[in-house]
């Protein structure tokens, strides 16, 4: 049984209020002439409940469980709506018109009863198109060819947000990269059109996610490197040397 048909059926039981008295009938009837003057008690009773103008709470309670219900639906509604929303992939765009703030900025938009939402929606949308992308194997290159035509210092508002874009997809792609069984993990996780730029970019980004060093040397194709291969590579020592600049912060 639902909570709604829970919070039915008791609405039902607390508005009617002749309810028991009629089953009460039901119960007595039947048993000859003596059980007559019971009957009549109950009907009388029940007509004088029936008669009183006002009683106590039961309108208002009707009205809060109205209330209720209508605000239940209102919620499963939009919920199924935006997850079937979100398994299309529809934009940030089109759901901020369907949920009634189309050409909203500033505190009219702040304030409306479905911000909140459109900001999960937003949220969610994003992780959803980087997992589907990680699954399909798109290279960190490629978000990064896409979104970071900029040096790495740069402090420009849109290049740092693109820049957050991109480290949340290497964040991704890597985690999804090690989770795999060791049979189908890459033998290269770099893309082979991949820039030096762009290898010091997700470098950093292992040493401020704190990537163990036995992944950041699979990562680099130099997990079974000796000594000095590792001291000749000149990424790992670009590692190491961010690695030692986190520590002394």
Do not use: C
């Amino acid at each position: 049984m639902t909570l709604v048909t829970v919070l039915v059926m008791n609405s039902v039981l607390k508005v009617t209020g002749a309810g028991v008295s009629l089953i009460e009938q039901v119960k007595v009837a039947g048993r000859g002439d003596r059980n007559d003057g019971r009957i009549l008690r109950a009907a009388k009773t029940n007509n004088e409940i029936d008669n009183v103008e006002g009683s106590p709470g039961e309108d208002e309670r009707a009205n809060s469980i109205s209330s209720f219900l209508s605000k239940a639906r209102k919620k499963i509604s939009l919920f199924v709506k935006t997850t079937v929303w979100l398994e299309r992939y529809k934009s940030v765009d089109y759901v901020q018109e369907k949920l009634g703030m189309k050409g909203l900025t500033g505190a009219e938009l702040l304030s409306h009863e479905n911000y909140k939402r459109l900001q999960n929606y937003a949220k969610n949308l994003r992780e959803n198109i980087i997992w589907r992308d990680v699954r399909q194997d798109k290279s960190t290159y490629t978000v990064w060819n896409d979104t970071m035509q900029f040096e790495l210092n740069s402090r420009r508002s849109g290049e740092q947000e693109h820049l957050k874009k991109y480290e949340e997809y290497a964040v991704a792609f890597d985690d999804y990269q090690i989770n795999l069984y060791s049979s189908d993990r890459p033998a290269i996780f770099f893309d082979k059109n991949a820039t030096p730029l762009e290898k010091m970019a997700r470098i950093q980004i292992w040493v401020t996610t704190k990537r163990p060093k036995a992944y950041v040397k699979e990562f680099l194709n130099l997990e079974h490197a000796n000594q000095q291969k590792l001291s000749s590579d000149r990424f790992y020592q670009f590692y190491l040397k961010e690695l030692e600049k986190m520590n002394k912060v």
